[in-house]
């Protein structure tokens, strides 16, 4: 069945430093996939999507580009801001069906 | 409304109680769909309504979970006979449309079962 593996955490980093967020998945059709941000005492966000191989999602100065031959939609930002600090969950979609990674908390210090 | 609303936003019970949970889905949205997060867990898929269509409800644990959504709005998951496992945050999403792809969260409810 069609699942998500992202890399645990949690992920401590200074301001201005580059994140990576991997994320793999397993699908049998064509997914969408997804990261989703979800800030403390918040709910999940979209932060980007990309809906067929190849595409860049981009939002916030994080990227995200679907590699279909990895099974892949790794999520980067070059300088990590202290309001980055949440944590961070890769989806795809299948259908009408939504698949989650565990999520990975990012905490940025100044 | 603007957003996903979910209530209680917190909610604490005996061992045994039913617990209803409620979420107001944004206006127009067709599709819904709850979830459960638990500590250090992903996001488990409970149940997915569509319009009027007969609801998904592969994701849910037990028997003693069930969901309805009336006029294809507001849903009420509940849980009867609650147990410690069921301790967790309950998530309800909705969207436009099925497979439109974006999902609008609210903040969830946090179920603290003693």
């Known amino acids: 069945g069609d699942s998500v593996t992202q890399m645990e955490g949690p992920v401590t980093l200074s301001e201005e430093a580059f994140l990576t967020i991997n994320c793999t998945y397993t699908?049998?059709?064509?997914?969408?996939l997804f990261w989703y941000v979800q800030y403390p005492g918040e709910g999940l966000q979209l932060l980007l999507k990309a809906t067929k191989a190849d595409d860049k999602g981009s939002n916030k100065g994080f990227e995200a580009t679907y590699r279909k031959e990895t099974t892949s939609f790794h999520l980067e930002k070059g300088s990590v801001q202290v309001s980055d600090s949440a944590v961070y969950f890769c989806a795809l979609q299948d259908g009408n069906q939504f698949y989650f990674g565990t999520g990975t908390s990012l905490t940025v210090i100044p | 409304g603007a957003g996903v609303s979910q209530s209680p936003s917190n909610k604490v019970t005996e061992k045994g109680k039913d617990v209803e949970l409620r979420c107001d889905p944004i206006?127009?949205?067709?599709?819904l769909y709850w979830y459960r997060q638990s500590l250090g867990q992903g996001l488990e898929f409970l149940i997915y309504?569509?319009?009027?269509?007969?609801?998904?409800k592969s994701g849910l644990p037990s028997d003693r979970f069930s969901a309805e959504r009336t006029g294809g709005s507001v849903s009420t998951l509940t849980i009867q006979r609650t147990q410690q496992e069921d301790s967790a945050v309950y998530l309800c999403?909705?969207?436009?449309?099925?497979?439109?792809?974006?999902?609008?969260f609210g903040a969830g409810s946090r179920l603290t079962v003693l």
């Open positions: 999403a909705s969207s436009l449309a099925s497979g439109a792809n974006v999902l609008t």
């Open positions: 206006s127009g949205h067709t599709a």
């Open positions: 699908a049998t059709g064509y997914p969408s």
């Open positions: 309504f569509q319009g009027n269509s007969a609801p998904d």
